[in-house]
């Protein structure tokens, strides 16, 4: 062990660190399900003290209310060693971990439960741009300022590269049977690509425009359809195109915004388009009636991320060029459910530009990634209290090293502070005081020691 200049035996300073563990919650709610199956279709509720925080189900055990799944609470604050802006992410399939794309060129790995740093790897020799799995999870695309593309295993092994784009690769989508991927570009182009053989299918040419061109300006996002063959993309010509990639010319041109158009998101039903643009608006379009159905504001910068909630189909996050994270509900578009807050009392989520905002597969964590190199983990408030209040107290930042250390553990049955002693510490499945994935310590919720599964 290292020696101090007194002669005693220096050892590592503990610090607390949040964690979140879903399986209490869990398996809460599969008990409930089995045991108590009239509660799952009653609504909703806990009452407003730390206390409840053991009764917390996860979001698919709350759809009568959406409104909660909102993670507006700060759990960790991420920063790699090499400080660089982070331009995308992307939750492994199962969850695990983080994988968020640098504009340095590198992939880094991040736990989902403790938010330490896990791994890194150089993947692109120039700054990386878009991520995205394939529908079945068995393939990771990443693309980047060159205008490449590669093929990733799970394994995070390098198996192929193709350059279908002379410019940067802005986003990348999966057609629903993983057969084709679809890539957009800032040379103007919208392409389909057959992903086995890594050829272009076809170029999506548009209507009035010289040939190999989709748009008349740079192409910022595009996405497919979650099950049919349609495709849409947003360009900074201030346009959003609805494409049929067998159809000779754009099914249809939507003129929703006055600005450069960012962002477009299909709803999870497939029914309606979610746009985001310069003009710090967000919209949906209802594409079976061609005619917008709502418009959000509340941003005060121009809107950069957007996102749908993996399980309540009303409910998405957005992000803007402010730093500022927003969450809002289809039923509600005149102002923001919540919004997030970042250290102390600061306004925003970040300091700057906010590149892109990811669900946990299971709904109940938020990581945002943003231009101030920052990568930041939010969960659901407890009960009791406020979802948009700011944290009082001050948390650790992580720096691209490797966890260490323990701690005392203080949680709740969905967030706990910890590191501790063993798998979850203490003398319960999730010990420590109000719950968690590694305290040290007992107690039951209401006080004392406690052995259950879910001892607090």
């Not at 009568?64 to 920063?79: E, I, Q």
């Not at 009636?289 to 009303?314: N, T």
């Not at 969450?327 to 970040?350: D, I, K, Q, V, Y």
Request: aromatic share 8%; charged share 20%; glycine share 14%.
């Amino acid at each position: 062990a290292p020696v101090s200049g007194t002669g005693k035996i220096a050892y590592p300073k503990h610090f607390c660190r949040k964690t979140v563990d879903y399986s209490a919650c869990t398996v809460r709610m599969l008990k409930e399900r089995t045991l108590c199956p009239e509660r799952e279709a009653s609504p909703y509720t806990l009452d407003a003290s730390p206390d409840a925080a053991v009764e917390m189900l996860p979001p698919n055990g709350t759809l009568s209310n959406a409104a909660a799944s909102a993670c507006t609470r700060f759990v960790h604050s991420a920063l790699n060693k090499d400080r660089s802006s982070v331009n995308a992410g992307c939750w492994m399939p199962d969850g695990r971990r983080l994988i968020t794309a640098s504009y340095n060129g590198m992939f880094t790995l991040w736990s989902g439960f403790s938010f330490n740093f896990e791994a890194t790897q150089q993947a692109h020799d120039e700054p990386l741009f878009s991520l995205c799995w394939s529908r079945g999870g068995e393939w990771l695309l990443s693309g980047d300022g060159a205008g490449t593309v590669k093929y990733w295993q799970t394994t995070l092994n390098n198996v192929k590269e193709v350059s279908p784009h002379a410019g940067a690769v802005r986003a990348i989508s999966f057609c629903p049977t993983d057969t084709y991927f679809a890539t957009g570009s800032d040379d103007g182009t919208v392409k389909v690509l057959d992903f086995e053989r890594g050829t272009t299918v076809r170029l999506m040419p548009g209507a009035g425009l010289e040939a190999g061109k989709s748009h008349r300006w740079d192409v910022k996002h595009v996405e497919w359809h979650p099950d049919k063959a349609m495709l849409a993309s947003a360009s900074k010509d201030g346009s959003s195109k609805l494409w049929d990639p067998r159809a000779p010319r754009e099914a249809a041109t939507l003129h929703q915004h006055k600005g450069p158009v960012t962002q477009v998101r299909w709803h999870p039903a497939g029914r309606y388009l979610l746009s985001g643009s310069k003009d710090q608006l967000i919209k949906l379009f209802d594409v079976r009636a061609m005619r917008e159905a709502a418009a959000f504001k509340g941003h005060k910068r121009e809107v950069s991320a957007l996102s749908w909630h993996p399980v309540h189909a009303e409910l998405f996050a957005s992000g803007c060029h402010g730093g500022a994270v927003h969450f809002w509900s289809t039923t509600r578009p005149e102002e923001p459910l919540s919004s997030c807050h970042g250290h102390g009392h600061a306004s925003n989520a970040h300091d700057s530009a906010v590149w892109g905002v990811e669900w946990h597969p299971l709904g109940h964590l938020l990581a945002s990634f943003s231009q101030d190199m920052h990568t930041k983990f939010w969960s659901r408030a407890r009960p009791g209290e406020p979802r948009t209040a700011p944290r009082d107290e001050e948390e650790a930042t992580e720096v691209g090293a490797p966890f260490g250390g323990g701690g005392r553990g203080r949680g709740d049955g969905d967030v706990g502070k910890g590191g501790g002693k063993g798998f979850a510490g203490g003398k319960g499945f999730a010990a420590g005081r109000g719950g968690g994935f590694g305290g040290r310590g007992g107690g039951a919720a209401a006080g004392g020691a406690g052995r259950g599964l879910n001892a607090a």
